[in-house]
């Protein structure tokens, strides 16, 4: 009997021990589901599968990068010489000037004569640059189809140009995405910061036991309440305010996100900086009160140094809770993917980019996996700041 | 003198700060509140959405939002609490528990979004579950892990030594001690942070959008593989997408209240609870 009790504690241990592991092992999870998912875009060619890029024999360019094809096309490259050809204007070509150009009758039956139409159209101009789909791509000598391509590292992480559903190339730069995400949250905790800290000064130094009694569940409901709440409330309340304040054509902007994201971010930081500010020793509060400081005097001059390394912590945090908020900033800021220069322009963030996009992005395709790397970027960014919010908070404040 | 009028400035200043907070969450209550009380009757509460979600009711959503609510505690709490009576019971204090606190901390810092992409990778694609309230759930579940298993530690570590040691005094085995003393006793404290938790569930929405939510689904689930409508999904698409935003305003409204509501009366519950049950350990 006693033996049976034994090895079932032993059993139930074990089980304790592998649930232990649960949080370890689904970091882990998502680190390789989400590389899995994502690592293949650095694979996938930059030209559309189904579609070539031809060239006509004589010219010797053989490499395109996505963002040079782009430009080529949107005619912000015009010249062969800046892509390291011969000095001779390019003349990019799209399948559809067929239809401009030729009836449909000349194409033949079941498109049988397009590929001998577009064979003329390259071997008329050496400066041609011709988006085709590969089925209708001639057998020819004199035409040349530019090798694929993949999409490169410097492409993603320093691209200024996000647009996943371009032809015919899609632009997967990633910088305006990061720069508009750190531009919401940043300023979203300097508005929240001095607000914050002023919270939780008076709840942890002067604020009496009833008053903290109604402020406490205060900011516990400010923080229950769900982001698509707040994201509704800043789209209709604040998006038109913040308008009215500044004179913009639209509301929805960096300033109104971070606004938003300053409340949200708000019970995070009161919560971790009065935590450590009550943590201040008694000793040191009498030591400075007793020296004949006044209490504000103590608090500023002994309390916050104290409580340096913890209201450091907080704003980490707080930048952590921004940077991966999805809902409200999806709502109010306008989700324009554009290098942000000012705070009154609409701006997309990462988290916004994957809620808005992955659902319209065919699975495996080259948009899909941009957006699971996105994730593994957000991924890593968020861990960096918890991890280096708990180096932060570990810190022995220095006397 | 000066000194003091420093200070007077000073504390006021802290003082309006104080009465700003309670201000910012009046007002963001008081609008929706406001604004979606006319909206909420009997037909709201139990018929669906109609005319392309600029009239009817919620009723699918609410019962696809309390779906995922029990849904995802299925999942997470009893691995959260094996997994706290692990770290403050059996782990010790050496670098393994320091580790794991590390993991969870550093879970619950991951946002919810790439939750979401998760849940798609795994349960979605991978195990083939498709977008189901199972998908959702484990999604979910996931995301209020960390949350449960802080709460339960806590819960766990505030019962004196001298009740464990007792117990083991009296011939008790390590197990016995945790499931006849420290569970009950911490039991108060941790049914809160789960009903807390599931408080959280109810709101999020970035986890459920490849996962489970559907845009417009009137029949109601039958299976854990159906995808379901969800409140703060619901929420997210009356409010931006709608054609006639006349017509579709006052449903946003009445769908952000019922959402509010669920988390107030979550805490409320809570609270209540809390106090109730400690009592009762006590006299107990």
């Known amino acids: 009997m006693r033996k049976i009790r034994k090895i079932i504690e032993k059993i139930v241990e074990g089980i304790l021990t592998l649930s232990g592991m649960a949080t370890t092992l689904i970091i882990l999870l998502i680190i390789v589901f989400l590389f899995k998912e994502g690592f293949g875009f650095f694979k996938s060619p930059v030209v559309e599968k189904g579609y070539e890029v031809c060239l006509n024999s004589s010219n010797t360019v053989d490499k395109l990068s996505s963002y040079q094809i782009k430009q080529i096309f949107d005619e912000d490259i015009t010249n062969w010489k800046e892509v390291g050809g011969a000095d001779a204007p390019i003349t990019p070509y799209r399948f559809e000037y067929l239809f401009e150009q030729y009836d449909e009758a000349d194409f033949g039956e079941e498109y049988k004569l397009l590929p001998a139409k577009i064979a003329e159209i390259i071997k008329a101009d050496p400066n041609i640059i011709a988006f085709m789909p590969t089925k209708y791509v001639p057998q020819d000598l004199s035409i040349r189809t530019l090798p694929r391509e993949n999409f490169g590292f410097v492409d993603f992480f320093f691209g200024k140009e996000w647009m996943p559903t371009a032809t015919p190339t899609a632009q997967f730069g990633i910088l305006p995405l990061i720069l508009g995400t750190l531009l919401v949250s940043i300023t979203a905790i300097l508005i929240a910061l001095p607000l914050g800290l002023g919270v939780a000064i008076y709840l942890s130094e002067l604020a009496s036991k009833r008053v903290r009694k109604i402020l406490k569940p205060v900011i516990e409901l400010l923080a229950g309440i769900p982001s698509v709440v707040y994201g509704f409330f800043g789209l209709v309340v604040l998006v038109p305010l913040v308008q009215d304040w500044f004179n913009l054509p639209v509301g929805e902007t960096a300033f109104t996100g971070s606004l938003l994201l300053a409340i949200m971010a708000l019970p995070t930081i009161i919560t971790v900086a009065e935590d450590s500010m009550r943590n201040t020793p008694r000793a040191m509060r009498e030591a400075s009160l007793a020296l004949g400081a006044t209490q504000w005097q103590t608090i500023y001059k002994v309390i916050i140094p104290y409580a340096k390394s913890g209201i450091s912590a907080a704003v980490v945090l707080g930048i952590g809770r921004a940077i991966g908020e999805t809902m409200a900033v999806l709502m109010v800021t306008g989700n324009a993917a554009v290098m942000p220069t000012t705070l009154f322009e609409p701006i997309r963030s990462i988290p916004a980019t994957i809620a808005a996009e992955l659902g319209e992005a065919p699975s495996g395709g080259a948009h899909y996996e941009a957006l699971f790397l996105l994730g593994c970027i957000l991924f890593f960014l968020t861990l960096i700041i918890s991890i280096s919010a708990e180096v932060i908070s570990k810190r022995h404040p220095q006397n | ?284």
Not at chain 2, 43 to 59: A, N, Q, V
Not at chain 2, 105 to 124: E, H, K, Q, R, W
Not at chain 2, 232 to 237: A, F, T
């Open chain 2, 1 to 284: 003198m000066n000194k003091k009028v420093t200070q007077k400035i000073a504390f006021t200043i802290f003082k309006l700060l104080g009465v700003l907070i309670v201000g910012i969450l009046l007002w963001i209550l008081g609008f929706i509140i406001f604004n979606g009380i006319g909206v909420i009757n009997w037909e709201f509460l139990s018929t669906g959405p109609k005319d392309g979600m600029t009239g009817g009711g919620i009723f699918p959503a609410i019962v696809g939002t309390l779906c995922l609510m029990l849904g995802s505690i299925v999942f997470a709490f009893p691995l959260g609490i094996m997994s706290a009576i692990y770290t403050s019971e059996y782990a010790g204090s050496g670098w393994i528990v320091r580790f794991i606190r590390v993991m969870t901390n550093n879970l619950a810092g991951i946002p919810s979004i790439v939750f979401g992409l998760f849940g798609m990778a795994l349960f979605v694609n991978t195990m083939g579950f498709g977008d189901s309230i199972i998908a959702g759930s484990m999604t979910l579940g996931l995301l209020v892990l960390p949350i449960i298993i802080r709460t339960t530690e806590e819960a766990i570590q505030a019962i004196p030594d001298s009740f464990r040691q007792a117990s083991l005094a009296l011939g008790a085995s390590k197990l016995q001690t945790i499931r006849k003393v420290v569970l009950p006793m911490a039991f108060p404290n941790i049914i809160t942070g789960l009903i807390l938790s599931i408080g959280r569930v109810s709101g999020e929405t970035a986890p459920i959008l490849f996962t489970v939510a559907a845009y417009f689904l009137p029949k109601l689930p039958t299976s854990v593989f159906d995808q379901v409508m969800a409140l703060p999904y619901h929420l997210y698409v009356v409010a931006t997408s709608g054609t006639d935003v006349e017509k579709s305003r006052p449903i946003a409204y009445g769908t952000a209240l019922v959402l509010i509501a669920i988390v107030l009366i979550m805490n409320l519950l809570a609270n209540v609870l809390r106090r109730y049950l400690s009592n009762k350990v006590k006299k107990d």
